[in-house]
C-alpha cells in the first residue's frame, strides 16, 4: 500500500511560483513511477507531468510544458515546480504513484488528496 500526501498549494497571482511536494510513505518508493494530476471545478481530472522510477524520463502536457519541472529525491518525495502560473492553472492538483504510470488517469494505482492551487489574474 502506497499512501501519498501533497503539500504547498495555496493563491498566487498570475506570473507566480509554487512549488508542490508529494510525501510517499513506501518503503520501495525508487521502484514507483510519480506523477501529477490535477482537476479544474467542472472538469475532469487530467494529466500534467511524470517521472520514471530513475528520474531520467519526464513527460509533460503540453499546457505545461516549459512552465512546470517534475522531480524526485531519494527522502520519498515528488515535486512539481511550477512558473508562470496563469488563471487556467486553477485546480486541485494530486499526486499519484504506479510501477509504470501514463498519462491516463486509469494508468495510476495510487492517489493523494490534492492540494489547491489557485491562480488569480
Known amino acids: 500500500q502506497v499512501q501519498l500526501v501533497e503539500s504547498g498549494g495555496g493563491s498566487v497571482q498570475a506570473g507566480g511560483s509554487l512549488r508542490l511536494s508529494c510525501a510517499a510513505s513506501v518503503r520501495t518508493f525508487r521502484n514507483y513511477a510519480m506523477g501529477w494530476f490535477r482537476q479544474a471545478p467542472g472538469k475532469e481530472r487530467e494529466f500534467v507531468a511524470s517521472?520514471?522510477?530513475?528520474?531520467?524520463?519526464k513527460d509533460y502536457s503540453d499546457s505545461v510544458k516549459g512552465r512546470f519541472t517534475i522531480s524526485r529525491d531519494n527522502t520519498n518525495s515528488a515535486y512539481l515546480q511550477m512558473h508562470s502560473l496563469k488563471p487556467e492553472d486553477t485546480a486541485v492538483y494530486y499526486c499519484?504513484?504506479?510501477?509504470?504510470?501514463?498519462?491516463?488517469?486509469?494508468?495510476?494505482?495510487?492517489w493523494g488528496k490534492g492540494t489547491l492551487v489557485t491562480v488569480s489574474s
Open positions: 517521472i520514471s522510477w530513475s528520474g531520467n524520463s
Open positions: 499519484a504513484a504506479d510501477f509504470k504510470g501514463g498519462a491516463y488517469v486509469r494508468s495510476w494505482a495510487y
